[in-house]
Nanobody, 126 residues
């Protein structure tokens, strides 16, 4: 089954940092865009960030701008989400998925994305 594998989640105190990794299993990323989404209990899945692999252009949700950074390592076929200054409201399961480059926007529905992984839990709590 073609899907992403997310890792790097955990428990961190407010103000702390985590780096999430997203790597495809069973396929190679080429001219895609990769997005990070998150879903908190009882809430809709929301777009966090997206990156176009060819040119590295990015998009961020307003709630994470200035705190989160998305990056790709094409040689390692991996996309990262560096999360700094974490807040309790960042607590969620974080997922990554792929889409066409022109859909790379946090406003685009998750339905436009494919190859969803199982997600990685991020908990921000003191």
């Amino acid at each position: 089954q073609l899907q992403f594998v997310e890792s790097g989640g955990g428990l961190v105190q407010p103000g702390g940092s985590l780096r999430l990794s997203c790597a495809p299993s069973g396929f190679f990323l080429e001219d895609h865009a990769v997005g990070w989404f998150r879903q908190a209990p009882g809430k809709e899945r929301e777009g966090v960030s997206c990156i176009r692999l060819r040119d590295g252009s990015t998009a961020y949700a307003d709630s994470v701008k200035g705190r989160f950074t998305i990056a790709r390592d094409n040689a390692k076929n991996t996309v990262y989400l560096q999360m700094n200054s974490l807040k309790p409201e960042d607590t969620a399961i974080y997922y990554c998925a792929a889409t066409y480059p022109h859909y790379c926007s946090v406003a685009v529905s998750a339905e436009r994305y494919d190859y969803w992984g199982q997600g990685t839990q991020v908990t921000v709590s003191s």
